[in-house]
């Protein structure tokens, strides 16, 4: 098939014709209509990893998604709302944005939704504004994403917002020299720096900073240097899922944690669906995150249950629900203020200020950088009466935004 590269609006990706014909016929129905389009079953194209190593983390997407649609229907006025699922097993920017280009082109979605990772949040922006579809970041938490689309909004958190507070949280626990271990990429990267930045006012020093390739599942020789480096505590971040595992079950089989060296990370490394395998060797670990399972609120309780249900086993309701729960509200919320019409720019200018009770807390979209605002908490990992753990919540730190913006060039 011939095609050619087009940069209109930012847009520098290769299409075939074949494409190139559909998407002038779409623009030209669209002016016909008086430039906005307005279905009975408006389409939400969700990209996540639904297969491989992170399925649990697109199972958690459609988990939260199903409970939302359990709980508030699947309608929104006279529209019923559909969701039409894409599988990308792991970071695959091209993938994710040819994905994306098939929702929005043959599929006519609405919307777009999902988005684990940070590379393939950032491929699909590219498309949003010509296919005129605003995209609901659920997960991935580098905070550059919004700055890329005035069409984006994160339901999620970023690295940023959870990292910096676990860096005051190290200091005072004693740790004033720490060495920072991350996954080299984004998230990671911007783990790194909110944390580094945020201890070393705090008066603390980062004696190493670690990057690791993503492929790494061999962590015996990071173990080796982080008790090498002579850091009092170690700083973390990979991303939820095996690699969490691994890393943390390293850390505890490679003896730091009897030597004294403290461990403080962002929740990903604790998450519950990962906490029987640890077992007793987590208790006591110290996270900061947006959200847990345990959280007190009937809000919390209710999510919790419809999303166990969903998911068929409610141990292995993880985090990325919760931003899907919360994302099909604001999806829902655009809707409604658009009346079902296909019209981006209204159906994010609707939303830039809302605010309502999420099981994580009280939340809001800040208006100018359609981030979500919230409570993160430092949680404590403990083990109940009937043998189960779980992140106790123990400190909160109200309204946060998110400092990493301050750093996007």
Do not use: C
Not at 152 to 166: C, H, K
Not at 205 to 220: G, I
């Amino acid at each position: 098939m011939r095609g050619f590269a087009t940069g209109r609006l930012g847009i520098d990706f290769f299409i075939g014709e074949d494409i190139v014909k559909t998407l002038k016929l779409a623009v030209v129905a669209f002016a016909l209509l008086g430039g906005v389009a307005h279905a009975d079953v408006i389409k939400v194209g969700v990209v996540g990893p639904f297969s491989g190593p992170f399925a649990l983390q697109g199972k958690s997407f459609k988990a939260g998604i199903d409970a939302y649609m359990a709980v508030n229907g699947n309608t929104v006025g006279d529209d019923t709302v559909e969701i039409v699922y894409r599988d990308i097993p792991a970071a695959d920017p091209a993938q994710s944005r040819a994905l994306a280009q098939e929702l929005i082109v043959k599929e006519g979605v609405q919307y777009l939704a999902g988005f684990y990772f940070t590379p393939d949040a950032l491929a699909a922006t590219a498309l949003l504004e010509q296919g005129n579809v605003p995209m609901v970041v659920m997960n991935a938490a580098t905070s550059a994403i919004v700055t890329k689309s005035p069409y984006v909004i994160r339901t999620s958190f970023t690295q940023y917002q959870v990292s910096s507070p676990i860096a005051q949280v190290a200091f005072n626990a004693g740790a004033k020299k720490v060495i920072t271990v991350v996954s080299d990429y984004g998230p990671g990267i911007d783990a790194e720096s909110a944390f580094k930045v945020a201890f070393e006012a705090a008066g603390g020093k980062t004696v190493e900073s670690v990057r690791m390739p993503m492929s790494t599942n061999d962590y015996a020789p990071i173990m080796q240097r982080i008790k090498d480096s002579g850091a009092e505590g170690v700083f973390a971040f990979l991303p939820s899922g095996p690699t969490t595992l691994g890393f943390v079950k390293a850390f505890n089989e490679n003896g730091l944690k009897d030597a004294g060296i403290k461990f403080f990370a962002p929740g990903d490394l604790t998450q519950e669906s990962d906490l029987p395998a640890l077992g007793d060797a987590a208790v006591g670990m110290q996270t900061t995150f947006h959200y847990a399972i345990s959280h007190d609120s009937d809000a919390n309780r209710k999510f919790v249950e419809a999303a166990g249900k969903a998911i068929g086993n409610p141990a292995e309701v993880n985090f990325p629900a919760v931003g899907a729960f919360d994302g099909m509200h604001v999806i829902y919320k655009m809707i409604e203020a658009t009346g079902g019409e296909q019209d981006a720019a209204k159906a994010v200018d609707a939303i830039k200020g809302l605010s309502w009770e999420s099981p994580r807390g009280p939340v809001a979209i800040d208006p100018e950088s359609r981030h979500i605002t919230q409570n993160i908490y430092l949680r404590e990992v403990a083990k109940a009466e009937d043998g189960t753990y779980y992140n106790k919540e123990i400190q909160t730190f109200e309204k946060q935004g998110d400092p990493g913006l301050a750093y996007v060039k």
